[in-house]
């Protein structure tokens, strides 16, 4: 009889736990926010500061789940303060007599802090929209009063650190969110699908399309690793112990998958040439590439996860790359006796070239993974950083559109002398930093606005119906509670985030009163109107001045891409290949935030995306292994050879500035005489082995730059006429 009662105590003990695992932190999350808001407000009010609100408002500004990321974001919104405070006394000092130079220096100011926040990535793109925000928030007061500038500063900078000091404790103390633990999850994940990845890829189970959608989340992984890491730095010692091997981790991996990827495509191609010196590669080759996924698997059969796992790995790794390159001349040399073929020994070469390095950075990748078990290692020492690379050409426009929809308000606000104004074009300069970032910036500001129009209205209920018959902060707290819960609420619901963000920064603004109290309905629906038209002004302009939803911003985007190329040949060569790397990824990821919505142009990047790591990569390890030639044994290649090569730097970056059926021949031209050269170099006469290998590797990077130019799943393949390209070199060809 007991056994429905247990059945149903059972259910419900299940649905606790469930709604503990997952509803049961956002909850947590929004009382510890509105917690943090009403501590705040009421040591503002403790504290007689001008406007408490402000103290409220800061906390959820920068309110983050993680201690870390609000650690970071208050780190930055107190910088920005500080210098966005320092330009107000300038401007004040020497425009406080002439209005319109006043607003023209401000409007040029929070252009540039706009422009710095476009053409920066985390919080400290943050730093500068509150930079110029500052200006406009405590400048536009003063200049029309200015023996009180000081003061306003002051009190501006006290309000904005007791929120943040209120948000940093609450955050540390009230159930602690850490951002180590999610950090160690991102880590652990991905090693594990880049394992599945490696072992599908070498295991010839992997298709393009499954590549390309893995290779896009990692796209998505490395810059959220980067921001964690950036972001926890600043609540856990442990993490930034071990900052450098984060940060190593992070190349290191943009390094590895360019390379799977590279061997990925060149088994492809050789796949479908139907040579039959081509299966004769494929079948020398293969038992090599079967022979990783066990280095990869722990003894139990399943893979490598953990760190502890990655040591016994990185061991396997380290004997395997040893004894690699003596089995691949001996499989060379038997296949040297079975085929005759040219074509098949390049073939033969670029895949084992290949695979070596496939090998030797997987150990490193390794390395640092089982690193991370120890406190200090010598592998922190890393000074190579995430480079990110921001298109300059849309954060101009972002700070232009910035700079031009406050000059539109203000000379508004002074030719109809609106008494609101001032807050309109504060509001404007704002949200026009804030949301350039955003994917969608006119939806974004759209959402924020309806979020002021509830809390225009709800403001309004509250200011004149309820604040009145309120005695004291605790009822005020009281009465505030239900309003700041839901907007808190939801900011964590991704498709309301907006509405709750409007909400919670302009309910406080509107509805909470200063230390000295007024009532003014005139004054309040003033405030109201001029916070809306703001929003509804700088959607328009989203919407209307080159907004970054178009195609054209993509296809900025696009021939920015393809110049890493043109980087690649021409850059200096000390941490190319890492600001290579880290700059095409980064690109990609801004053009994967405008395309979300455009799959076919989507697609099309992330063709170009693949087409630059290919040919971009082989570029830079040719330029190495040429200076290395160069340095120790420049007779090792002809004048001619040096000729072509230099012919060959030329004509890939004029194929990627310009792609066309011309350039693209002429590359291919110039990539089949620099191929020639080189083969006549090496001979048939005697060399040393490492002088052979040297020339032989050139001759590898050199052939897969064909490879890449000739791919038919390339964005280059539809520019060869009629599908089919000049016969010079044919049989370099795979």
């Known amino acids: 009889m007991n056994t429905p009662a247990l059945s149903i105590k059972a259910q419900l003990r299940e649905a606790a736990t469930d709604w503990w695992r997952s509803d049961a932190p956002t909850w947590v999350y929004v009382f510890k926010m509105v917690f943090a808001g009403l501590l705040a407000l009421g040591i503002g009010y403790g504290l007689d500061l001008e406007s408490p609100r402000s103290a409220l408002i800061t906390v959820f500004i920068v309110m983050q789940p993680q201690s870390g990321m609000i650690l970071a974001k208050s780190f930055y919104r107190v910088i920005g303060t500080l210098v966005g405070s320092a330009a107000v006394v300038v401007f004040v000092g020497l425009f406080a007599q002439t209005p319109e130079l006043f607003l023209l220096a401000s409007a040029l100011w929070i252009g540039l802090c706009t422009v710095g926040s476009a053409h920066n990535r985390n919080f400290r793109s943050y730093g500068f929209v509150l930079s110029g925000y500052t200006v406009a928030l405590i400048g536009l007061p003063s200049a029309l009063h200015p023996a009180v500038t000081f003061d306003s500063v002051m009190t501006r900078v006290s309000e904005i650190m007791v929120g943040i000091v209120c948000v940093g404790l609450v955050s540390a103390l009230v159930f602690p969110q850490a951002s180590a633990p999610g950090l160690v999850r991102i880590i652990r994940g991905r090693f594990t699908a880049f394992v599945d990845m490696v072992s599908a890829t070498l295991g010839g189970t992997a298709d393009r399309k499954q590549l390309e959608a893995t290779n896009a989340r990692f796209v998505g992984d ?46 492809n191609r050789l796949h479908a040439n139907p040579a039959p010196s081509a299966r004769v590669v494929i079948e020398a080759i293969s038992p090599y590439y079967r022979e990783v996924q066990p280095l990869l698997t722990r003894a139990s059969g399943e893979p490598v996860m953990s760190a502890l796992d990655a040591a016994d790995a990185a061991l396997k790794l380290d004997a395997y790359k040893r004894e690699l390159p003596r089995r691949v001349r001996a499989t060379r040399h038997t296949l040297s006796e079975q085929c005759q073929s040219d074509s098949a020994m390049l073939d033969f070469d670029t895949a084992s070239e290949l695979l070596y390095r496939v090998i030797e950075e997987l150990h490193a990748y390794t390395l640092t993974y089982a690193s991370l078990t120890q406190r200090h290692h010598e592998r922190e020492q890393w000074e190579h950083s995430y480079a990110p690379k921001t298109s300059m050409t849309t954060a101009l426009i972002a700070g232009a559109r910035a ?143 080159l907004p970054p939803t178009t195609d054209w911003t993509v296809r900025v985007l696009e021939k920015q891409l393809r110049k890493q190329v043109v980087d690649a040949c021409f850059g200096k060569l000390a941490h190319l290949a890492l600001k290579f790397e880290s700059g095409t990824r980064d690109l990609m990821h801004q053009i994967t935030m405008f395309t979300s919505s455009r799959p076919l142009l989507r697609q099309k990047a992330l063709g170009w995306m693949f087409a630059t790591l290919e040919v971009g990569h082989a570029i830079i390890e040719l330029r190495n292994e040429l200076q290395g030639i160069r340095s120790e044994a420049p007779d090792l290649l002809p004048a001619s050879a040096y000729a072509a090569l230099n012919r060959l ?39 040393e082995r490492s002088e052979r290998h040297r020339l032989q590797r050139t001759l590898s990077y050199l052939h897969f730059i064909r490879t890449a130019l000739l791919d038919e799943q390339s964005p280059l393949h539809t520019m060869r006429a009629g599908g089919q390209n000049n016969t010079t070199g044919a049989r370099h060809a795979t």
């Open 222 to 267: 490395i810059i959220g690793l980067e921001a964690m890491r950036s972001s926890a730095i600043f609540e856990d010692p442990e993490v930034r112990l071990r900052s450098g091997r984060l940060s190593r981790m992070n190349s290191e991996f943009m390094a590895l998958s360019t390379r799977v990827h590279a061997l990925h495509q060149l088994m």
């Open 403 to 545: 700079a031009i929809v406050m000059l539109a308000l203000a000379a508004f606000w002074i030719v109809s002398g609106w008494p609101s104004g001032d807050v309109a074009v504060l509001n404007a300069a704002a949200f026009c930093a804030i949301t350039s970032a955003a994917p969608d910036p006119a939806k974004a500001t759209r959402t924020v606005a309806i979020g002021v129009l509830f809390a225009a209205v709800a403001g309004y209920f509250y200011t004149f119906h309820i604040l009145p018959r309120l005695d004291g902060y605790w009822m005020l707290a009281s009465a505030l509670m239900p309003v700041l819960m839901l907007a808190v609420y939801l900011t964590t619901r991704p498709a309301y985030a907006g509405y709750g963000l409007g909400i919670c920064i302009f309910f406080p603004f509107l509805a909470v009163p200063d230390n000295f109290a007024h009532f003014n309905a005139a004054g309040y629906l003033n405030e109201s109107v001029a916070l809306v038209v703001s929003l509804i002004v700088t959607a328009v302009a989203f919407m209307l001045l």
């Open 649 to 687: 730097r030329e004509a890939i970056p004029a194929l990627f500035a310009q792609p066309s059926a011309a350039t693209l021949s002429a590359a291919l031209a110039a990539n089949d005489a620099t191929i020639a050269e080189v083969q006549a170099a090496i001979g048939p006469h005697y060399r």
